[in-house]
């Protein structure tokens, strides 16, 4: 037996008043007043990252603003984020705005803390060495064919549903060994109704965590049980499996066959739950994400959409090898670019475990760091022609692709996070995203109608909130 939602619920709340621990009357960096400040981000829900982009023009390297009991210190300083994430990450823990995700995700890789987060990272980074995921190619490539297949010219598609459909296709083959397409929109429906409670959270509502019987919130709880009866399932499926002999070297095979020196099962069923939630829900949405605007890029871009086509065209055959993708520099700094202007991770939170001096503050035990992948990768101090996009900033003299080619500062570029809690999937979200665009560009052209700064819904994710009709041509 696995946790409800109200038990994990009740835990997460327990969690978050254990973080709220009384603060000195300290000297705060300037910021704006907590009153206005919560007015604003309210208000531009759908564009709080607006908001911090507004923040960030005041060139301070550390903003304060007081949300309710809250002190929360908003880094743009690229030294001041590289101190506290890096060089003191392990006296932080994931910030009070994650915990809303406990509910959801309980216990697993993006929200643990301490032992139990090093004893799972540690289990479950094997699924994510080099050879495995080159292993994972060729199946990437079927999971982009069999999309390509259900196209014709002309289709009329919504490229973001059609890409939360592939990648959890391309997760589900990958790290779990089973075919997920089927579940692809109950899953997405239920998601888009929790993200919108994640929204929500951010201010004195805190949703996922209210006690109040509102109909949003009973939708909530309803969608992360649907989440929860897919899971369940998929974990139902590999335990007959295993009991009917299968051998696999999936992540559900690992976490339900792995024992101790004892010989006792290493995970309990609730970490095997929480694991799980976490790999197919952070596994697919935010290579979506980078896919989706990467086509909304190219269809807005069309000069740059030739250069990537130029170069896809050359592959003799659909990319299925580690050679291949070393052939798709172009195609790299596609997703590059696309992941600086639309960071689906869009902001990076923690909680101090220690009193810190950052940026020159003295800041308690108990204040909140963040830092703001949107306000950095656009920010003009570091990146010319800041809000374009221009994918060649990102090749070398020599044409090959570089992440180090824009020559921004450390802390200036972090799509996938920093030290020992970045993100596990990076290499894997790499080589899915340019084998999906490269596959899918070979054969297509994605005209995205869609204007340039749709609506968004800022949760976890920053995801557009508008649907996103796109016609599909073929080349
Ligand atoms: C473009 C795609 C992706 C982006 C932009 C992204 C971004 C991130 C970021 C920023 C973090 C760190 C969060 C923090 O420090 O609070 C993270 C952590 C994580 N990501 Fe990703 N991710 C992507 C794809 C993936 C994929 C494909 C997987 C799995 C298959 C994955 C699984 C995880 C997990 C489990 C963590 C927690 C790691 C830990 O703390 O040990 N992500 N991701």
């Not at 391309?170 to 239920?190: H, K, P, S, W, Y």
């Not at 066959?257 to 929480?274: K, L, P, Q």
Request: charged share 20%.
């Amino acid at each position: 037996m696995t946790s409800t939602v109200t038990e994990r619920t009740e835990r997460a709340r327990n969690i978050v008043a254990s973080m709220r621990v009384k603060q000195d009357p300290v000297p705060r960096p300037p910021g704006p007043n907590g009153l206005k400040a919560m007015w604003t981000m309210m208000a531009g829900r759908r564009a709080p990252h607006e908001f911090f982009g507004a923040l960030a023009a005041r060139h301070q390297p550390v903003v304060h603003v007081a949300l309710g009991a809250e002190h929360v210190h908003i880094l743009f300083s690229p030294e001041a984020i590289w101190d506290v994430f890096v060089t003191n990450g392990r006296h932080t823990r994931k910030s009070l705005g994650l915990q809303l995700t406990r509910p959801l995700l309980g216990d697993g890789l993006l929200t643990a803390d301490g032992a139990t987060h090093l004893r799972h990272r540690r289990a479950i980074q094997p699924l994510f060495h080099n050879k495995r995921i080159e292993g994972y190619i060729a199946d990437m490539t079927a999971a982009a064919d069999l999309t390509s297949g259900s196209w014709s010219d002309g289709t009329v598609i919504d490229v973001a549903h059609a890409m939360s459909e592939l990648t959890l296709d391309v997760i589900g083959r990958t790290i779990f060994g089973l075919n997920l397409r089927a579940e692809a929109q109950d899953m997405a429906q239920a998601l888009n109704t929790v993200l919108e409670g994640f929204a929500r959270g951010i201010g004195p509502l805190a949703s996922p965590l209210s006690r109040v019987p509102t109909a949003q919130r009973r939708r909530e709880i309803q969608a992360i049980e649907e989440l929860d009866a897919i899971v369940g399932q998929m974990i139902a499926q590999r335990t007959r499996d295993i009991g009917d002999g299968y051998v696999g070297s999936d992540l559900l095979t690992m976490m339900l066959t792995s024992t101790d020196d004892a010989g006792e099962a290493s995970f309990t069923a609730e970490e095997v739950r929480d694991e799980a939630m976490t790999l197919v829900l952070a596994g697919h949405e935010t290579t979506a994400l980078t896919l989706t605007w990467a086509w909304h890029l190219l269809a807005t871009n069309p000069q740059w959409r030739a250069w990537l086509t130029e170069e896809v065209d050359a592959l003799a055959e659909p990319p299925s090898t580690a050679d291949h993708l070393r052939q798709l520099p172009r195609t790299y700094a596609v997703v590059a670019e696309s992941m600086r202007l639309h960071p689906p991770a869009w902001i990076i939170g923690r909680w101090l475990d220690t009193d810190l001096r950052v940026a020159g503050w003295d800041l308690p035990r108990g204040s909140v760091v963040l830092a703001s992948q949107y306000a950095m990768h656009r920010d003009p101090r570091f990146w010319s022609d800041a809000h374009a996009f221009r994918p060649d900033r990102w090749l070398t003299g020599e044409g090959t692709f570089d992440e180090r080619a824009p020559r921004v500062p450390r802390g200036v570029w972090f799509p996938f996070g920093f030290g020992t809690r970045r993100c596990i999937g990076e290499h894997f979200a790499w080589t899915e995203a340019v084998v999906l665009l490269a596959t899918l560009a070979r054969r297509w052209e994605l005209d995205v109608q869609v204007p340039a700064d749709p609506p968004m819904m800022s949760a976890i994710t920053l995801r557009p909130d508008v649907p996103m009709p796109t016609v599909v041509r073929s080349r």
